[in-house]
């Protein structure tokens, strides 16, 4: 015998019975305000408004030298992170995933 025809005949309802039931209003807040900081936050890192990602690569880049300074490593080269472009590819995720977060809490609020 299925679950469904024992819970519906509990006296269940077929939502009920699958433990189905819809998103909660704060969830939904959450993610499109949560959605929508991650993609102005990512579009201005991606299109580098105001220099925000050369400044942030900058100061990566200084600490990386300075923790090497400090450990008496004076040759270390910049990693990766401490580089503009790589800064402007995580700001451009970052606008994508918010994107499909406000996307997604868009559905679960109509649907």
């Not at 309802?13 to 900081?37: K, T």
């Not at 220099?51 to 600490?63: C, L, S």
């Amino acid at each position: 015998m299925k679950l469904e025809t024992l819970a519906e005949n509990a006296g269940f309802g077929p939502a009920q019975a699958a433990g189905v039931h819809a998103p909660s209003p704060l969830f939904i807040a959450v993610m499109v305000l949560g959605g929508l900081v991650a993609v102005w936050c990512g579009a201005s890192w991606a299109f580098n408004v105001r220099g925000i990602a050369t400044r942030r690569a900058e100061n990566i880049r200084q600490r990386y030298l300075l923790g090497g300074a400090q450990l008496g490593q004076l040759d270390r080269s910049p990693t990766m992170w401490a580089q503009a472009w790589y800064q402007r590819l995580l700001g451009a995720f970052m606008a994508v995933a918010g994107l499909v977060m406000v996307l997604g809490g868009s559905a679960l609020w109509l649907g």
